[in-house]
């Protein structure tokens, strides 16, 4: 996400510098994924999460140290997943952050980054 602060998270990967505001839109993200994917897993053989400013997976506070998941594993940590995930971000390193913090979930899915 161009022109927003980057920080090292506390994994050692990039993470998103927001307000505190961002928790609250954060956790609408997660129950929204949620109630759709629950929903339509039943009507629907493919369900799709596309984040075009998924930016690196994790967000801080800003002047805190207070760490939460980004739209990107918000919609991962979900009880029944999409089928499919597709996230872009215009910062490579971003992008990098989140592979790697997908890769290191128990059970990860294979999304796909552009």
Request: net charge positive; glycine share 10%; aromatic share 12%.
């Amino acid at each position: 996400m161009s022109g927003q602060s980057l920080i090292k998270g506390s994994d050692g990967g990039l993470a998103l510098v927001t307000g505190e505001w961002s928790q609250d839109k954060h956790d609408y993200i997660h129950r929204l994924a949620n109630i759709f994917s629950t929903g339509m897993k039943n009507r629907s053989k493919f369900r799709c999460f596309i984040d075009l400013l998924a930016g690196p997976g994790l967000c801080v506070i800003e002047g805190t140290q207070t760490e939460f998941f980004g739209s990107p594993l918000q919609a991962i940590n979900i009880r029944d997943r999409f089928t499919n995930y597709y996230f872009n971000d215009i910062n490579p390193g971003s992008i990098t952050s989140l592979r790697t913090r997908v890769a290191n979930l128990t059970t990860p899915p294979v999304p796909h980054y552009f």
